[in-house]
């Protein structure tokens, strides 16, 4: 099971740190993805973290402003977003990909997905 977490109101140009926490099963060999989907929009990858080397890789259209960590010993992985805009605003959800040592951000290659998480950046 993965449960999202730490989504909220904040003004354009603020932060917020989303964490992802995982039950049953752990992060060591596998890669957590971060997704949204705003209202009438398809869902898009945000980033992903290979556990297992700690890589990670962003959307263009965050790059420099969201970092991706994971804390493997807590089974949790963190979204720290910075200089968030309203486009950012979406319902953001963790997914884990069962196999190991891929990196991708496309939502269908995701095995396991927590619920998601409101972010809404007002201008």
């Known amino acids: 099971q993965l449960q999202a977490s730490g989504g909220g109101l904040v003004q354009a140009g603020g932060s917020l740190r989303l964490s992802c926490a995982a039950s049953g099963f752990t992060f060591d060999d596998y890669t957590i993805g971060w997704f949204r989907q705003a209202p009438g929009k398809e869902r898009e990858g945000v980033s992903c973290i290979v556990s297992s080397d700690g890589s990670t890789y962003y959307a263009d259209s965050v790059k420099g402003r969201f970092t991706i960590s994971g804390d493997n010993a807590k089974n949790t992985v963190y979204l720290q977003m910075t200089r968030l805009k309203p486009e950012d605003t979406a319902v953001y959800y963790c997914?884990?990909?069962?196999?190991?040592?891929?990196?991708?951000?496309?939502?269908?290659?995701?095995?396991?997905w927590g619920q998601g998480t409101l972010v809404t950046v007002s201008s």
């Open positions: 997914a884990l990909l069962g196999v190991p040592f891929i990196a991708t951000l496309r939502p269908y290659e995701y095995d396991y």
